[in-house]
């Protein structure tokens, strides 16, 4: 399977977000699940594995699953065959983001992650949200320092703005961008020109829409209550679901004519748009995480990313993130 690059790192074409196994997602994996999981991805052909600090849940013994913990102890076997993700600058409280930027904070953070990873030196260091307390060049200048110190071999930012990118791509510069990005959620597309012309690569987090786009959830489709983050998104909704129907016709009609599955489409229409964008999605079920993986092999010609396109302009929904 070819790779991709992410300015210089080569990572496999469709990465394996682990937030789910943990996070946001119901009640977390059984850790020795969650650890197999994550190890037949990589015999799938996943290398690259993206996680956070603040991607924590509660255990039914009351103990804490911390999801880089269980990134660390699948892939310690296999550390050198593989690229590790991680962010810092978010932790979550009273079910907000507390943002917190500052340079003593982010040497802690990744401290911290290093320990729970058991590893010397983090691939790609993420500043998970932008802290409107911290200015870019001061983060930019905590991570030189990092990178120097041998801590991170590269850093990117997650939902970045252009502006905030350029500033800190003068100081240091930044390897890839994380956002997110879908068939709903484009808004982001703004911002490819720059990261052209920067050598940055873009990490699509949510690219199915936090499953919407597989097509496979309806309005009686249940979800945890608090722990499972789909529960409150809008694109789950009545009127969600009302809204994003013809998506799906769309998506089921060219899932059917290349004999592929709406999840498929969904991922191969973003990676054959640039061949700089890496999708993360996530699962807990292997046989998900095999379909998601072979999205790489879809191929979308650009008259046919061209016709997409200009229906999802004229297409309006609501999506957790924003609305279109």
Same mark, same amino acid.
């Given at each position: 399977?070819?790779?991709?690059?992410? @300015?210089?790192?080569?990572?496999?074409?469709?990465?394996? @977000?682990?937030?789910?196994?943990?996070?946001?997602? @119901?009640?977390? =994996?059984?850790?020795?699940?969650?650890?197999?999981i994550i190890r037949q991805a990589?015999?799938? $052909? !996943?290398?690259?594995?993206?996680?956070?600090?603040?991607? =924590? $849940?509660?255990?039914?013994? @009351?103990s804490t699953s911390y999801n880089?913990?269980?990134? $660390?102890?699948?892939?310690?076997?296999?550390?050198?065959? #593989?690229?590790?993700a991680t962010k810092c600058g978010v932790q979550h409280g009273n079910h907000q983001l507390i943002l917190d930027s500052r340079p003593e904070t982010i040497r802690k953070s990744v401290e911290d992650s290093l320990k729970r990873l058991a590893i010397d030196c983090i691939d790609l260091y993420y500043q998970h949200r932008i802290d409107p307390k911290v200015p870019a060049e001061e983060v930019a200048g905590t991570m030189a320092d990092l990178i120097k110190e041998g801590k991170i071999l590269h850093w990117g930012i997650s939902e970045t703005s252009e502006e905030y990118l350029r500033l800190a791509?003068?100081?240091?510069? #930044?390897?890839?961008?994380?956002?997110? !990005?879908?068939?709903?959620?484009?808004?982001?597309?703004? %911002?490819f020109p720059t990261l052209e012309e920067l050598n940055v690569g873009f990490v699509a987090f949510s690219p199915m829409a936090n499953g919407f786009l597989t097509g496979r959830y309806d309005q009686n489709s249940k979800f945890? &209550?608090?722990?499972?983050?789909? &529960?409150?998104?809008?694109?789950?909704?009545?009127? $969600?679901?009302?809204?994003?129907?013809?998506?799906?016709?769309?998506?089921?009609?060219?899932?059917?004519?290349?004999?592929?599955? *709406?999840?498929?489409?969904?991922l191969a229409w973003?990676?054959?748009?640039? *061949?700089?964008?890496? *999708?993360?999605?996530?699962?807990?079920?292997?046989?998900? %995480?095999?379909?998601? %993986?072979?999205?790489?092999?879809?191929? %979308?010609? =650009?008259?046919?990313i061209a016709s997409i396109d200009e229906k999802l302009d004229r297409m309006e929904f609501v999506v957790f993130g924003g609305h279109k």
């Open positions: 399977m070819k790779k991709r690059k992410l @300015g210089n790192i080569e990572v496999s074409p469709i990465g394996m @977000g682990c937030m789910g196994l943990s996070h946001a997602s @119901g009640a977390p =994996t059984e850790r020795k699940e969650a650890i197999k990589f015999e799938m $052909g !996943y290398t690259f594995f993206d996680t956070a600090e603040c991607y =924590t $849940g509660i255990n039914e013994d @009351g880089e913990e269980l990134v $660390g102890e699948a892939l310690r076997p296999i550390r050198d065959k #593989v690229i590790i791509h003068a100081v240091c510069p #930044v390897t890839a961008v994380q956002n997110r !990005y879908s068939m709903m959620a484009c808004w982001h597309e703004s %911002l945890e &209550s608090g722990s499972d983050y789909r &529960s409150f998104m809008p694109q789950f909704t009545s009127d $969600g679901m009302e809204k994003g129907k013809e998506l799906l016709e769309l998506l089921t009609n060219l899932a059917n004519s290349k004999n592929a599955t *709406p999840a498929q489409i969904s973003m990676l054959c748009k640039k *061949p700089w964008i890496v *999708p993360i999605p996530g699962s807990r079920k292997p046989e998900r %995480l095999k379909e998601n %993986l072979s999205a790489a092999e879809v191929m %979308l010609s =650009t008259s046919e």
